[in-house]
């Protein structure tokens, strides 16, 4: 089992950075493809970007290519999601999630374990 816990959120203008963290507990960590997730009021949670549970292969959602990048170090167990050029269409509340099996899926309900969130809020 992997729980999660985000930080990092915050508020911040239009073009600027924020770095998430996703801390994971247990010792299966390096066995899971992590993702994050984002959530706007009113909206459904939609796909941001996933990394490889070996670093080895990352996606991303087309509005955030060149501006986000993801990250994990193994070591740590922890995943990072750093944000640059933020705008305000970015705001939501932002969740890390693991899985297992196969590389990739976009899928929320193929992620098995989640974080409560961190938000973020972006002014223009």
Not at 41 to 68: H, M, N, Q
Not at 75 to 88: D, E, H, I, R, Y
Not at 93 to 102: L, P
């Amino acid at each position: 089992q992997v729980q999660l816990v985000e930080s990092g959120g915050g508020l911040v203008q239009a073009g600027g950075s924020l770095r998430l963290s996703c801390a994971a507990s247990g010792r299966t960590f390096s066995s899971n493809h992590m993702g994050w997730f984002r959530q706007a009021p009113g909206k459904e949670r939609e796909f941001v970007a996933a990394i490889k549970l070996d670093s080895g292969s990352t996606y991303y959602t087309d509005s955030v290519k060149g501006r986000f990048t993801i990250s994990r170090d193994n070591a740590k167990n922890t995943v990072t999601l750093q944000m640059n050029s933020l705008k305000p269409e970015d705001t939501a509340n932002y969740h890390c999630a693991a899985r297992t099996g196969y590389w990739f899926s976009s899928k929320v309900s193929e992620y098995d374990y989640w974080g409560q969130g961190t938000q973020v809020a972006v002014s223009a």
